[in-house]
C-alpha cells in the first residue's frame, strides 16, 4: 500500500524524525492560505501522486515570490501530470503541498527495504541522493553503502556512525544522522514497512539533517495490525480494478499484455504468466482467484479482466485441490453468460472433480477451448490471443 509525501512526512515526524514546515490543501484558496501562514517565500509547491518523477514533470515548482507561488499552485493544483512512473496518460493532482524552502548545503539518499536475499530490513545510503537510486545501483554500486538492520533491535549507533563516516559527516551533521536513521529504523519495523525511503535527506548550510523528501509503502499483509492505515488511502491514485478485486477478495494487478489469466493461487498464477511469455504472449494481468472461489468470485473477476479493452483472450488455469472443479465451470458459464463473452476463452481444469468439470463446459453453449495441460493452455490462449486481433 503506497502513501502519499505528506503522509509519510506526518508519519516519520511521529517517529521524531525532523521535515520541513509545510501545509497540505485541495484547493487553490486554502494552498494559497497554507503558503501564506508559512510565512515569507521561498515556497516549495510539489503535486502529490502515487508516482516518482513528479519534478521531471512539472509537479515541483521552487518560487522566490509570491506571484510565482500562486501561480505555481494553479498551474499544479488540477493538472494530469505525466512522469516516467505514470504512463504517458498521466496522474491528475487532486492534492498539493506546500512547504517552507530550505538551504541545502547536500543531499543524500536514505533508504530501508526488506532484502530477500538477507532476509531481513537493510538501509542503504549513498552520497549521491536527489538523483535515481537504480542508476546509482546499476553504474556506481560502490557508491552505495549497506546496514542490516535487527526486527528486534534496529540498528545499532555504532552502525550508524560508521555510515555517517562513510558519507563524511561530522559533529552535529553526524550526531543528527545517527539519531535520524536509528528513528527510520524503528519506524520501518514499527510500521510494517516495506519501503521507507528518503530522498533527499538533505544536510542544510548550518549542519542540520531534514528528510526534504518521503516515499512509504506498508506491506499489506500487516493490514491487520494496523487499522490506522486504512485511513492513509487515496483510491483516486489505484487502479479501481485492483480495488474492486480486493472488495471481492480477489488478487489482482493489471498489466499491459493481452491474455487476461485468472488462476487459483499465487504461485500458480506467475507460473502461468510465465509460460505465456514463454510461448510468445503477454499477460494482461495477475489475479488469483484463490483456494475457496465461489461462482460470484469467478464471475467478479471475469468482468473485471474484460474492463481491461486490451484482453483479446482468457486463459482460466485452475488447479483443485481444496476448491472443486466442477464449481468453476459452473462459475465460468454464469461469467460467461454475465458479461456477453466475446473474446476466446481457453481453460485448463487438474485436480478435484475435474471430469465432471469437463463435462459441464462440454454440455453448455459457451465455446470453450479446452487444454490438456498449461503448455497447452498457454500455448492455445497466445494462437487465439493473436487470431482474435486478425
Known amino acids: 500500500m503506497k502513501i502519499h509525501e505528506y503522509q509519510a512526512k506526518q508519519l516519520l515526524a511521529n517517529h521524531g524524525i525532523p521535515v520541513p ?40 515548482r521552487v518560487t522566490s515570490s509570491w506571484s510565482e507561488c500562486e501561480e505555481a499552485i494553479r498551474s499544479i493544483l488540477g493538472m494530469q501530470l505525466v512522469t516516467p512512473q505514470t504512463g504517458p496518460e498521466g496522474r491528475r493532482v487532486r492534492t498539493i503541498l506546500i512547504e517552507e524552502g530550505c538551504d541545502i548545503a547536500r543531499e543524500i539518499y536514505c533508504g530501508m527495504v526488506i ?30 553503502h549497506f546496514e542490516e538492520i535487527g526486527v528486534d533491535s534496529g540498528i545499532s549507533e555504532s552502525a550508524a556512525r560508521s555510515l555517517a563516516t562513510k558519507l563524511q559527516f561530522s559533529d552535529k551533521t553526524a550526531d543528527q544522522f545517527v539519531d535520524l536513521v536509528q528513528k527510520l529504523a524503528t519506524a520501518f519495523v514499527e510500521e510494517d514497512c516495506s519501503l521507507a525511503e528518503i530522498n533527499p535527506l538533505v544536510v542544510t548550510a548550518e549542519g542540520d539533517v531534514i528528510a526534504l523528501d518521503a516515499k512509504i509503502n506498508f506491506d499489506e499483509n500487516a493490514e491487520f495490525r494496523h487499522p490506522e492505515h486504512v485511513e492513509l488511502r487515496d483510491l483516486h491514485e489505484e487502479d479501481p480494478r485492483e480495488t474492486r478485486a480486493s472488495n471481492s477478495e480477489l488478487s489482482y494487478v493489471g498489466m499491459d499484455g493481452t491474455i487476461g489469466c485468472m488462476v487459483n493461487g499465487a504461485g500458480l498464477a506467475m507460473a502461468t504468466m510465465d509460460i505465456i511469455k514463454l510461448h510468445g504472449g503477454e499477460p494482461a494481468n495477475f489475479l488469483d482467484v484463490g483456494g475457496t472461489a465461489t461462482a460470484e468470485r469467478v464471475t467478479e473477476a471475469f468482468k473485471i ?15 483443485g485441490g481444496i ?54 493452455a498457454a500455448a492455445k490462449a497466445v494462437a487465439a490471443a493473436d487470431g482474435s486481433r486478425v
Open 305 to 319: 479482466i474484460l474492463e481491461d479493452p486490451n484482453v483479446a483472450a482468457i486463459l482460466v488455469n485452475i488447479f
Open 21 to 60: 514546515r509545510g501545509e497540505v490543501a485541495t484547493t487553490v484558496e486554502d494552498a494559497l492560505a497554507g503558503a501564506r501562514e508559512l510565512g515569507e517565500g521561498p515556497w516549495v509547491v510539489k503535486a502529490q501522486i502515487h508516482a516518482g518523477g513528479r519534478g521531471k514533470g512539472g509537479g515541483v
Open 323 to 376: 476448491i472443486r472443479c466442477d464449481l468453476i465451470a459452473d462459475g465460468i458459464i454464469d461469467a460467461a453468460r454475465v458479461t456477453h463473452l466475446k473474446v476466446p476463452l481457453v481453460v485448463r481444469l487438474e485436480g478435484n472433480s475435474v471430469a465432471e468439470a469437463q463435462a459441464i463446459l462440454a454440455q453448455s453453449e459457451i465455446n470453450v477451448i479446452t487444454a490438456d495441460d498449461l503448455a497447452d
Open 115 to 144: 532484502d530477500r536475499a538477507r532476509e531481513k530490513p537493510v538501509l542503504m545510503v549513498s552520497a549521491e541522493g536527489g538523483v535515481d537510486i537504480e542508476e546509482v545501483a546499476a553504474s556506481r554500486p560502490e557508491a552505495i
